[in-house]
């Protein structure tokens, strides 16, 4: 996959960084698609500090559109159906201070999709400008866990493979863990 976004960049330079964007955006609006492999390819292609504002930048701005399209078309549809998550439904009523408190909080956390955030703040009560500060601040720990695994992994130094024997065993924990509940 990352091949596949490299060699896209690639072919288009001079709209790389459109593309990169529109991809981000895509993927934010999506919002079950990860990014890592955007990440991967931003940092391949346009370097280590380039690659990364722009992931960044390109997963704020994603956010922010999503979050707008989400407002718009779902609000009514599915206020119902979030309410069997506490977090979520904790997140629906908040505003101002407590919104953004929740909707960074969230974000800090790796296993809650992006996109469930954004959407619940969509539907909820919290206006745009705290959800996109709250939302692009709690991107940063993340983004720069993110980045510095991808790195590490596309270098693959001893790092790299540290890094990988830790998400492996992560992966196959938390298989064991839901075939175990079964």
Excluded: C, D
């Excluded at 790389?16 to 079950?32: D, R």
């Amino acid at each position: 996959m990352v091949n596949h976004l490299f060699q896209l960049l690639e072919e288009y330079p001079r709209l790389a960084v459109v593309i990169s964007i529109f991809l981000s955006v895509l993927i934010a609006v999506i919002g079950v698609l990860p990014s890592v492999f955007l990440t991967a390819a931003n940092l391949l292609f346009f370097g280590f500090w380039y690659g990364t504002f722009l992931s960044f930048f390109g997963e704020a701005f994603g956010a922010a559109v999503a979050f707008i399209l989400y407002r718009m078309g779902f609000k009514k549809l599915t206020e119902q159906r979030l309410h069997k998550y506490p977090k979520i439904k904790k997140l629906l009523a908040a505003q101002n201070k407590e919104a953004f408190q929740l909707i960074f909080s969230l974000r800090l956390i790796p296993y809650v999709p992006s996109g469930l955030i954004t959407f619940a703040a969509a539907i909820g009560r919290v206006s745009f400008p705290v959800f996109l500060a709250a939302s692009s601040f709690g991107k940063i720990p993340a983004l720069i866990l993110e980045v510095f695994s991808v790195y590490e992994l596309t270098h693959f130094g001893w790092l790299g493979k540290l890094i990988l024997v830790i998400v492996g065993g992560m992966l196959v924990y938390f298989l064991l863990k839901q075939m175990n509940k079964k």
